[in-house]
């Protein structure tokens, strides 16, 4: 499977400030996501990186609050923008290799914010 | 729309004891159902999936799972429990048949006592 690689694996932020986070896979891939995981909780999706055109957000996420972006078929950012407490969480990529196939993770980014 | 259903927020088992971590599903057409492993400070693992063919599906660790369409189950199980088998559990079903996008159950924490 795909090895991917998610940085930062931590942070500690201030209020108010705005973290990108990238994830870098090894091979090119179909599809490529980012979840949201709550203290102790569920994944959440946020939306679907699509290459080279605006990604598509699920209910609840907004692009002027979550900016993806993804130049190619092996990358792609998300942007935690304006952060509050309420935005402490895991952030994780993930990848489709073959439509049909398993989804396959990052290690994610652990964000607290101050 | 689809959804999964992890009944159990714990499940205690004896090590060298078979262990069970339930998931029930609920979709319109063909179920794509998948489960994952989760240890701490890491992203998920993918642990296998079931799409069509036998009800009995095998994967990663000596787990396996078992598809019921009659009572729409995909419960995952392992014949003898190890302790470091301790952690939590997701199960997950395909949001539709035309998208790779996932609908994770809340998760179950596995632990298993020496």
């Known amino acids: 499977s795909a090895v991917i690689s998610q940085k930062p694996s931590r942070d500690i932020c201030q209020r108010g400030t705005s973290l990108t986070i990238q994830c870098q896979v090894d091979?090119?891939?179909?599809?490529m996501f980012w979840y949201r995981q709550q203290p102790g909780q569920s994944l959440t999706l946020i939306a679907t990186?699509?290459?080279?055109?605006?990604?598509?957000?699920e209910s609840g996420f907004v692009i002027d609050k979550f900016p993806i972006s993804r130049p190619n078929l092996t990358f792609s950012t998300l942007t935690v923008s304006n952060m509050s407490p309420e935005d402490s969480s895991i952030y994780l990529c993930?990848?489709?290799?073959?439509?049909?196939?398993?989804?396959?993770f990052g290690d994610g980014t652990r964000l607290s914010i101050l | 729309a689809q959804s999964v259903a992890q009944p159990e927020d714990q499940v205690n088992v004896a090590e060298g004891n078979p262990l069970t971590v339930k998931c029930t599903y609920s979709?319109?057409?063909?179920?794509?159902l998948f489960w994952y492993v989760q240890y701490p400070n890491r992203g998920l693992q993918f642990l296998l999936k079931?799409?069509?063919?036998?009800?009995l599906v095998k994967g990663s660790y000596g787990f396996e799972a078992e598809f019921n369409k009659s009572q729409t189950s995909f419960h995952l199980k392992k014949p003898s429990a190890l302790v470091s088998d301790s952690t939590l559990y997701f199960c997950?079903?395909?949001?539709?048949?035309?998208?790779?996008?996932?609908?994770f159950g809340t998760g179950t924490r596995l632990q298993v006592f020496p």
């Open positions: 993930s990848v489709v290799t073959d439509r049909g196939g398993p989804q396959h």
């Open positions: 091979s090119q891939v179909t599809m």
């Open positions: 990186a699509n290459q080279g055109s605006e990604a598509t957000y």
């Open positions: 979709v319109s057409g063909n179920p794509y």
């Open positions: 079931y799409i069509t063919g036998d009800n």
């Open positions: 997950a079903v395909r949001d539709s048949q035309d998208t790779d996008k996932l609908i």
